[in-house]
């Protein structure tokens, strides 16, 4: 898995309080890792800070509270690390120009 | 940057009954995300009978308050007043120095990362009369739309009261919108 996934991976055992070998790319942040939306909230933070970027979590999290996707979009990790990495590129490119 | 007219003038006494701890702004600037508000700790109050017998000083959790409070009406001007702000993560705060009764404070806050639909700042409360750091922390909040319209306008009642100016184009001093 990449190297985002680890780094996500990370910031939630540490904060959350969960062995790392239980935190799978499959995991659902809430469903299956109970991580609550502050802990989450406090893991985006970190996540924010350390790869440079910002992460629309109001927006993905108004698009599945009107179906417009479901929660697994960005709530299974390996999802949100896709998205992720997408901000971060974004971010790059940015950067670049 | 806008200040104040008046830096000198004394603040009025934060109201701990009802949990009103910022008495003036003093300085507000939308954008460098500073804030600086000014609260004096009454002279006498029931709290110091029991915080504590003999020795009174303001207690933390009260000036983690100020410090929140301030940072609060920061955020607020920085959205016009459109969502609330609500403490959900104290990071670290670090409680330096006994406050007591009568002491005038400056609470400057900074906002440090602006997330979607929360906020992390720094906070420094320090005694008015020689700047000395008081307490500082780094605290945590989340911004969602308001409630209800009754707190929505008492928000912007207490906006008034403590100097802020809520027009369509921003939030400014009150001092400076007269100008």
């Known amino acids: 898995m990449s190297s985002t996934f680890d780094t996500v991976a990370g910031f939630i055992s540490e904060i959350c309080d969960i062995p790392r070998e239980q935190i799978k790319p499959e995991s659902h942040v809430t469903e299956d890792l109970n991580v609550d939306s502050l802990d989450f909230l406090d893991a985006v933070f970190n996540i924010e800070q350390k790869f440079g970027i910002s992460i629309p979590l109001d927006d993905w999290t108004q698009q599945v509270n009107d179906g417009v996707v479901k929660g697994s979009a960005y709530f299974v990790l390996e999802n949100f690390c896709t998205e992720v990495d997408k901000l971060r590129a974004s971010a790059d490119s940015a950067t670049a120009a | 940057m806008m200040s104040g007219p008046h830096p000198e003038s004394p603040a009025t006494d934060m109201r701990i009954d009802t949990f009103q701890f910022v ?10 995300t500073t804030i600086s508000a000014r609260a004096r700790i009454p ?4 709290i110091f009978a029991g915080h504590f ?8 959790v009260l000036l983690t308050e100020l410090m929140a409070q301030t940072c609060g009406f920061l955020l607020l001007s920085l959205n016009g007043f459109a969502r ?56 945590m909040f989340r911004i969602v739309p308001f409630p209800n319209d009754e707190l929505r306008e008492h928000m912007g009642v207490r906006a008034q009261e403590v100097g802020l100016s809520i027009a369509g184009d921003g939030v400014r001093l009150l001092e400076e919108a007269a100008t």
């Open chain 2, 43 to 46: 002279d006498d109050h029931s």
């Open chain 2, 84 to 139: 609330m702000p609500f403490l959900a993560a104290l990071k670290e705060v670090k409680l330096r120095e006994f406050v007591r009764p009568g002491c005038e404070l400056v609470c400057l806050a900074e906002r440090v990362h602006d997330g979607s639909g929360y906020a992390v700042l720094n906070a420094t409360v320090r005694l008015k009369e020689n700047q000395k750091r008081i307490c500082d922390g780094t605290l």
């Open chain 2, 23 to 32: 008495s003036l702004i003093e300085m507000l600037d939308i954008e460098a």
């Open chain 2, 53 to 60: 017998p003999g020795h009174a000083i303001m207690p933390g």
